[in-house]
T-cell receptor, first 116, second 117 residues
Framework: GNSVTQMEGPVTLSEEAFLTINCTYT??????LFWYVQYPGEGLQLLLK?????DKGSNKGFEATYRKETTSFHLEKGSVQVSDSAVYFC???????????????FGAGTRLAVHP | NAGVTQTPKFQVLKTGQSMTLQCAQD?????MYWYRQDPGMGLRLIYY???????DKGEVPNGYNVSRLNKREFSLRLESAAPSQTSVYFC????????????????FGAGSRLTVL
């Protein structure tokens, strides 16, 4: 089946450290890939996305590259801040051009805690 | 713009009680969704509405009903609450469900935390 696997958290880092959150997927067909972020007490927000292999999504200093050969979409940031503390969700959606519902499949989420 | 607004933010129920979670969006989106979020399980789709007048089951529909009241509003009803329905519920909306899936970005509400005793 189609699924998303993320590294378990929590990930605890000092401010200005390098961040990697691993995400791998299993999908039939050609998915689009997303990272959503959930700040405390809020709903999920789209952080970045990539719609085809080798695309790089980027936003707010975060980056992720769609790697078809390794079925991965790892999230990286060169220097994290306390304000980046949140839960990060990797997700995929299948490109179903025949129409119908394109189901968004989420990973379990990875909590990031950044301390000064 | 308010985006997606959910009410209530918090609710405590006793087993067997009923309640309705309300959701409204002001972005003129066609599609709306209800998810539940449980620790270690990510978000799971309960029901969705691809367009006004239609609703369909998601991954975990048992124990829930929905109503797409109009294009703006999509409510989730628990007829007889059970402790297993203790969760955080999120409503979301998007322009469309089909075809251009790369553009199918969901906008989420802030969530409703439900506890069933």
């Amino acid at each position: 089946g189609n699924s998303v696997t993320q590294m378990e958290g929590p990930v605890t880092l000092s401010e200005e450290a390098f961040l990697t959150i691993n995400c791998t997927y299993t999908a039939t067909g050609y998915p689009s890939l997303f990272w959503y972020v959930q700040y405390p007490g809020e709903g999920l927000q789209l952080l970045l996305k990539a719609t085809k292999a080798d695309d790089k999504g980027s936003n707010k200093g975060f980056e992720a590259t769609y790697r078809k050969e390794t079925t991965s979409f790892h999230l990286e940031k060169g220097s994290v801040q306390v304000s980046d503390s949140a839960v990060y969700f990797c997700a995929l959606i299948l490109n179903m051009f025949s129409g119908g519902y394109n189901k968004l499949i989420f990973g379990a989420g990875t909590r990031l805690a950044v301390h000064p | 713009n308010a985006g997606v607004t959910q009410t209530p933010k918090f609710q405590v129920l006793k087993t067997g009680q009923s309640m309705t979670l309300q959701c409204a969006q002001d972005m003129n989106h066609n599609s709306m969704y209800w998810y539940r979020q449980d620790p270690g399980m990510g978000l799971r789709l309960i029901y969705y509405s691809a367009s006004e007048g239609t609703t369909d089951k998601g991954e975990v529909p048992n124990g829930y009903n929905v109503s797409r009241l109009n294009k703006r509003e999509f409510s989730l009803r628990l007829e007889s609450a059970a402790p297993s329905q203790t969760s955080v519920y999120f409503c979301a909306s998007s322009e469309a469900t089909a075809a251009l899936s790369g553009a199918n970005v969901l906008t989420f509400g802030a969530g409703s935390r439900l506890t069933v005793l």
